[in-house]
């Protein structure tokens, strides 16, 4: 059974982001004082009272709007609604009742679902703003207050939101996913693959670029295995990156990268690699993650003998620094080739988490050595005592030699080949560290 399930919703600009990232303990959402910022819906863990659950925030929902992008909001509020166990409605203090307020409440009494109405703003302490009772009008029983400023009142929520949630069993415990970043420009169809994955709207796709803006979780459950994919915002170029949101939404991509375990890399095959393309790629090798390049838009492209060939020779080309990482083309649109998707993720996640053994891999560093000679500098010859693997994700291996000076760039690199050859590790960097004989590290 899957944790219980707490809904944030309300019109816009009430806080609900905030409050958000009050009850999780960290800055998930993007907050800004602007209507809109949150898109998606947006997932996160939480624990109180020994009890974990999770929470969703959700976009401000507009009861009567013709805008493309505020309709996807609506939409993906009710999935929220649908799905939860109990819905926290958040009002302002500082506005009153609104009519939207009106209209949302009377949404959520005809869904039926147990609500809790939460009341935000309320930041000074000691009496109550007489302003609360107002909002008995909406019909949702006793208002909570609440500050998400300086958390007044969370806990209190909380225990109310509890008293809805079914009896906890034992399989509630966290599954042990692979978090899959999917990373790349703007409009190279990363919400179409998440939600083809996903089988529904989960993420709102537009042709508008920057439609995504924060970095959104969804856990996927199939017959080759458990995952969750971490849609994120499109990368721009820092010239292009003007909007204060928009910042904001980079570096939850880059924190998204962080905390995966492999990076799915996405290309325009109409546009081939760019510059911008090679750059997010350098992100996921510099973080040492596994990483698959998926070339979308494949049904686009006008196809003769030997073309697929020719643009995997040019990917490999154009992102040289990551030749270890395996190219699929793919069709979000058609679903071509999309279920080779998981496969490649579970190869390149187990490649990734490889341990070889020290006896092995001195086996493999002697006859790298007895192949090619390692360089030599006025007379000195360099000298390797012995290799060790130290980590994983990505496999991390220390090297102790007697001049780091002496090890060039170039036979580190013959080493990590020779060590690839024997053991495979494709798809992930590789991290080599050279320890020489007297460092006190």
């Known amino acids: 059974m899957s944790k219980p399930l707490i809904a944030i919703v309300g019109r816009p600009n009430v806080g609900k982001s905030m409050l958000f990232n009050k009850l999780c303990g960290q800055r998930l959402s993007i907050v800004e004082d602007t209507p809109g910022v949150t898109r998606d819906r947006l997932y996160a863990e939480c624990e109180w009272r020994g009890r974990k659950f999770n929470i969703v925030d959700t976009g401000g929902i507009e009861p009567t709007t013709d805008n493309e992008i505020l309709l996807f909001m609506r939409e993906q509020a009710n999935i929220a609604i649908s799905s939860a166990d109990v819905i926290v409605l958040v009002t302002d203090v500082r506005t009153g009742v609104t009519a939207a307020d009106k209209d949302v409440a009377n949404m959520l009494l005809r869904s039926k679902k147990p609500t809790v109405l939460a009341v935000n703003k309320m930041d000074s302490t000691g009496r109550t703003d007489p302003a609360i009772y107002e909002f008995y009008a909406l019909g949702l029983g006793d208002p909570i207050a609440v500050s998400a400023v300086h958390g007044h009142g969370t806990g209190d ?120 393309d090679t750059k997010i790629a350098g992100l996921a090798h510099k973080a040492g993650k596994a990483s698959i390049i998926v070339v979308n838009k494949w049904d686009l492209v006008e196809k003769e003998t030997g073309t697929m060939e020719k643009m995997r020779k040019a990917v490999m080309r154009d992102l040289s620094f990551m030749s270890y990482a395996p190219v699929l083309f793919i069709s979000a649109k058609t679903s071509q080739r999309t279920d080779r998707i998981f496969e490649l993720v579970n190869f390149v996640n187990d490649q990734s988490s490889m ?69 495979g590790l494709e798809g992930t960097p590789i991290r080599m560290v050279i320890r020489q004989k007297g460092d006190k590290q």
Do not use: W
């Not at 989960?202 to 959104?216: E, F, K, L, P």
């Not at 109409?270 to 911008?276: F, H, I, K, L, M």
């Not at 092995?360 to 090619?372: I, P, S």
């Not at 000679?373 to 130290?390: A, F, V």
């Open 355 to 423: 341990r070889i053994t020290t006896g092995m891999l001195n086996d493999v560093l002697a006859d790298a050595q007895a192949r090619v000679q390692p360089p030599t500098d006025k007379g000195r010859r360099l000298k390797i005592y012995y290799m060790t693997q130290t980590g994983i994700k990505p496999p991390t291996f220390v090297v102790f030699c007697n001049s780091s000076e002496l090890f060039h760039f170039s036979y580190q690199r013959y080493i990590e080949n020779r060590i690839r050859a024997v053991f």
């Open 157 to 276: 929520l909380l225990d109310e939101c509890m008293k809805y949630f079914p009896p906890e069993e034992e399989d509630e415990e966290e599954d042990d996913r692979i978090k899959v970043a999917v990373i790349g420009k703007p409009n190279v169809g990363k919400s179409s693959l998440v939600n083809h994955i996903l089988g529904e709207q989960r993420v709102i796709v537009s042709n508008v670029a920057g439609t995504t803006r924060d970095a959104v979780d969804s856990e996927v459950d199939n017959k080759y295995g458990k995952y969750v994919f971490i849609d994120t915002a499109g990368i721009r170029r820092k010239s292009r990156v003007d909007e204060r949101v928009e910042k904001f939404s980079v570096m939850r991509a880059q924190m998204a990268i962080e905390r995966a375990d492999v990076c799915i890399i996405m290309i325009d095959a109409r546009e081939g690699v760019t510059e911008q």
